[in-house]
C-alpha cells in the first residue's frame, strides 16, 4: 500500500502550481534576467555623447513588470522582479569576475559598481513602480503603466548612475575609478559644467521616457494576448 502512495502523481494543487510558474512567470523571469544583464553590460558603451547602449534595453523591464502586474497582479509582479534580480546580480557577479582585453591592460566585463548601482537601482525602482501600477490599476488603462515606469525609471537612473558613477563612491573599488565618466563637461553640451555621468543620466532618462511612453503599444497587445490565453486556458 505504501509505494502505491509513492508513485501516485502530486496532488492537483500542486500540478497546477507548477504549471501556473512554468506558463505564467516563466517567460517574464527569463525576459527579466535578460534585459538586466544585457543592460550591464551595454550600459558601458557610449551611444553618441550622452547614451549608453543600456539605454535602450534597460527600460523593458518595467514593461515585463507591468504586463505581470495587469495580468497576473502585484504577488506576480513581486515575484517577477525579486527572482529577476536575484539572477541579474548573479550573472553581473560573474561578469565582474569575467576580464576583458584593452590596450595593454585588462578590466572587468561588468565593474562592481555597476553591478552593484543596477541592483539597487532596480529592486527599489521596480518595487516602486509594482506599488505605484497597483494604486492606479482601475483608472484609464494607460495611467498605471505610464505613471508608474515615469517615476520608478527616474529612481533607477538617480541610483545607478550616482552609485556607478559618482566620486562619493570611488572607494567601493579603488582598482576601476571611471574617470572618463567623472570629468568635466558642460551640462548635454551646453549647459553647467558638470561630471559627464551626470549628463548620461539626464539622457538616459529622457531616453527611458520616450520608451515608456512607446512601450504603451506592445503593453496593450501583450496585456490582451496574455488575457485572452489564459481564458482559453481555463
Not at 17 to 42: F, T
Not at 167 to 179: C, K, R
Request: with cysteine; charged share 10%; net charge positive.
Amino acid at each position: 500500500g505504501k509505494t502505491s502512495n509513492l508513485t501516485k502523481s502530486p496532488p492537483p494543487w500542486l500540478k497546477n502550481g507548477i504549471e501556473n510558474m512554468k506558463n505564467n512567470y516563466l517567460p517574464g523571469i527569463l525576459a527579466m534576467a535578460i534585459i538586466v544583464v544585457a543592460s550591464n553590460v551595454l550600459v558601458q558603451y557610449l551611444f553618441g555623447d550622452w547614451l549608453t547602449w543600456g539605454a535602450f534595453t534597460y527600460p523593458l523591464a518595467f514593461l515585463v513588470t507591468d504586463v505581470m502586474n495587469r495580468v497576473y497582479g502585484i504577488a506576480a509582479a513581486r515575484r517577477v522582479v525579486f527572482v529577476g534580480f536575484c539572477v541579474g546580480i548573479l550573472c553581473s557577479l560573474i561578469g565582474t569576475q569575467v576580464m576583458l582585453q584593452g590596450d595593454g591592460y585588462s578590466y572587468p566585463a561588468v565593474t562592481l559598481r555597476v553591478a552593484l548601482g543596477s541592483g539597487i537601482g532596480f529592486l527599489i525602482a521596480q518595487m516602486l513602480d509594482v506599488q505605484i501600477f497597483d494604486r492606479l490599476r482601475s483608472g484609464p488603462w494607460w495611467r498605471a503603466p505610464l505613471a508608474s515606469t515615469v517615476i520608478g525609471s527616474a529612481v533607477d537612473t538617480a541610483l545607478f548612475f550616482t552609485i556607478a558613477f559618482s566620486v562619493m563612491f570611488n572607494s567601493l573599488e579603488v582598482a576601476s575609478v571611471p574617470d572618463w565618466a567623472q570629468g568635466g563637461v558642460p551640462l548635454l553640451g551646453s549647459g553647467p559644467e558638470l561630471p559627464l555621468w551626470v549628463s548620461l543620466a539626464i539622457a538616459d532618462w529622457l531616453v527611458k521616457l520616450s520608451i515608456a511612453l512607446t512601450a504603451l503599444v506592445p503593453f496593450r497587445m501583450l496585456v490582451k494576448y496574455l488575457v485572452g490565453r489564459s481564458v482559453k486556458n481555463h
